[in-house]
Nanobody
Framework: QVQLVESGGVSVQAGGSLRLSCAAS????????MAWFRQAPGKEREGVTN???????RYAGAVMGRLTISKDNAKNTLYLQMNSLKPEDTAMYYC???????????????????WGQGTQVTVSS
C-alpha cells in the first residue's frame, strides 16, 4: 500500500492554469497505473485521466487538450497540468493508484487500490 498526498489546488479565474502534484510514499507502483479523479458537489466521482506504467495516457473527453498527466518516477510524484481552466472544472481532485497492470476500465473508481485525500480546485468566471 502507498500513501498518496495531493497538493496544488487553489482558486483561479477561468482561462488560468495550475499544476497539481501527488506525492506517493514510499514509491509509485512500477507495474501499475495512476489516475486523477474529480468530484464536484452533488456529483459522482469521475475519472479525469490515467497513465500506465509504460507512459500511455487516457483522458476524459471534457478535459482532452487542456489537462495533461505526467509522472516522475525518480521523485515518486504524479502531476496534472491544468490549462484553459473552466468553471466546470471546479471540484475536489483525487490521485489514485493501481498496483498491477492496466485497469479494464480506467475511469472506474473500483480499478484503483489507493487514494489520496484530495485537493480543491475552484475556477471562477
Amino acid at each position: 500500500q502507498v500513501q498518496l498526498v495531493e497538493s496544488g489546488g487553489v482558486s483561479v479565474q477561468a482561462g488560468g492554469s495550475l499544476r497539481l502534484s501527488c506525492a506517493a510514499s514510499p514509491y509509485i507502483y512500477s507495474t501499475g497505473s495512476m489516475a486523477w479523479f474529480r468530484q464536484a458537489p452533488g456529483k459522482e466521482r469521475e475519472g479525469v485521466t490515467n497513465i500506465n506504467s509504460d507512459g500511455r495516457t487516457r483522458y476524459a473527453g471534457a478535459v482532452m487538450g487542456r489537462l495533461t498527466i505526467s509522472k516522475d518516477n525518480a521523485k515518486n510524484t504524479l502531476y496534472l497540468q491544468m490549462n484553459s481552466l473552466k468553471p466546470e472544472d471546479t471540484a475536489m481532485y483525487y490521485c489514485a493508484a493501481r498496483r498491477w497492470g492496466r485497469p479494464p476500465s480506467w475511469s472506474a473508481t473500483t480499478a484503483y487500490n489507493d487514494w489520496g485525500q484530495g485537493t480543491q480546485v475552484t475556477v471562477s468566471s
